[in-house]
């Protein structure tokens, strides 16, 4: 029998779940992310890689749907026998306690794992976000914020951060118990029996990462606490990167290897439903260096004959030699209100458009933007799992993947881009296969 994975990961939408495989195989550990849990067979074909993960849609969810469809994806996972299982959340933590509820997920995995408590790490200094005594912080352009004072996500049109400190925030979610491990903990010498009395105390251990020194002090927490029986964890890809640096000083780990760019392709398909001004920069740029936007609202998408009309206009766009955007939105002024059912709706048809510009052209990489429709998107590609093709270390978070498909075949190449990730030009440099 292979031996069991290092890690495994369920994402809470589909751009989270791709950070998590960036930050994994980036580092060496072959990673497979799989769109549902596979059979026997399907599996089969990725036996003895060191991670595995579910891309799941949690983030848009309520806690009943999450009442429903996380124990069985969460026993799947604890099933793989990893001494860690990773609840992946987006670095900026934005969840209510009715869309995307955090606490209510970790409930779900504690009780199933059987563990009295449940670390949360956030801070990820590789994505320029940090923790400091529980206050988030977070980058936007040039500038750190704190989070409930950040021009994005203080006006998220559907979790917007009101709170910096986290242990209030995750107060509004869940009724356990909420401790925190500070820097200054983390910096003790007794910090193992530091970590452990307040583990006694807490149901909830936030842990602070400010820096790359914390989060290796991080790193060790976890791997410590591991061992022996599998741990379930909630955060942000900060879980990832503060694991990787302690396996690495342990000597787990195999020299990260070299990626080959892909070389550029002559037409590129973007679909996009992000409403973030960080993605209207980067369609503006694009339409500035070759691309043709087409602009539809969601009412034209969502109407009669809204996929074939766009598929129509798209491929004359393709057909025509060049590269095309279809975006429901550009920037948060000019999205209509739609509510959780026709987001979800919005997505897979966005994914219903890009399958066929997909089919019918050809096309050999293509993008989709935006986290929740990137999820919904992704489950009208016909597509069981992802691998990484290529890391982007100048926008990590956001790399290029493989797509293999149900009977064994590859697919295209696959980008999934969430709102505030990516320079301005981002889906140019996925065009011509920059690194």
């Known amino acids: 029998m292979a031996a069991p994975p290092l890690l495994s990961f369920y994402g809470d939408d589909l751009t989270g779940s791709t950070d998590a495989l960036e ?3 980036s580092a060496g550990i072959r990673t497979v992310l799989f769109v549902r849990p596979p059979d026997e067979q399907e599996q089969g074909r990725f036996s003895g890689f060191g991670a595995v993960g579910l891309a799941g849609t949690s983030r848009s969810q309520s806690p009943a749907w999450m009442d429903q469809y996380l124990p069985p994806a969460f026993a799947w996972l604890h099933r793989q026998g990893a001494a860690v299982c990773h609840y992946k959340v987006c670095s900026t933590f934005d969840s209510a306690p009715t869309v995307g509820s955090i606490g209510r997920a970790l409930e779900i995995g504690a009780d199933l794992f059987g563990q009295a408590s449940t670390p949360v790490v956030v801070g990820v200094p590789q994505l320029r976000r940090y923790t400091f005594m529980g206050q988030l912080f977070a980058a936007y352009r040039d500038e750190v914020y704190r989070i409930d004072r950040h021009p994005v996500m203080s006006r998220h049109p559907v979790t917007p951060m009101a709170e910096a400190d986290l242990r209030r925030h995750l107060a509004a979610q869940t009724e356990r ?9 983390l910096e003790q010498p007794d910090v193992d029996a530091r970590v452990d009395a307040l583990a006694e105390r807490a149901a909830v251990l936030l842990f602070d990462v400010a820096d790359r020194a914390s989060q290796l002090a991080v790193g060790r927490q976890l791997a410590r606490l591991s061992r022996g029986r599998p741990r379930f964890v909630v955060g942000s890809s900060g879980v990832e990167y503060a694991l990787l640096t302690a396996w690495r000083e342990a000597g787990l780990l195999e020299p990260a290897p070299t990626f080959a760019p892909p070389g550029a392709v002559e037409r590129l398909a973007v679909v996009s439903g992000s409403v973030s001004p960080t993605t209207e920069r980067q369609i503006r740029h694009a339409e500035a260096h070759g691309f043709q936007l087409l602009a539809r609202s969601p009412q034209e998408l969502l109407g009669e004959g809204g996929v074939e009309h766009a598929v129509a206009a798209a491929l004359e766009v393709l057909d025509g030699g060049r590269s095309v955007i279809l975006a429901s939105a550009l920037g948060p002024e000019s999205a209509a209100t739609v509510d959780e059912a026709g987001r979800a709706e919005l997505g897979r048809r966005l994914g219903r458009i890009l399958d066929r510009l997909i089919r019918t052209t050809g096309l050999a990489r293509a ?7 990137s999820s919904y998107a992704l489950g009208e590609l016909g597509v069981l799992a992802l691998t ?6 100048r926008t990590p978070g956001s790399p290029l993947c493989r797509s293999h498909r149900p009977d064994g075949s590859d697919g295209p190449e696959l980008a999934f881009k969430g709102g505030q990730i990516g320079g301005d030009d981002y889906f140019v440099g996925i065009r011509d296969g920059l690194g």
């Open 367 to 373: 993008v989709v933007a935006g986290g929740d429709t």
């Open 23 to 25: 930050a994994l195989g």
């Open 388 to 393: 990484l093709r290529l890391p982007l270390p």
């Open 177 to 185: 118990s909420l401790g925190l491990v500070d820097l200054p903990t």
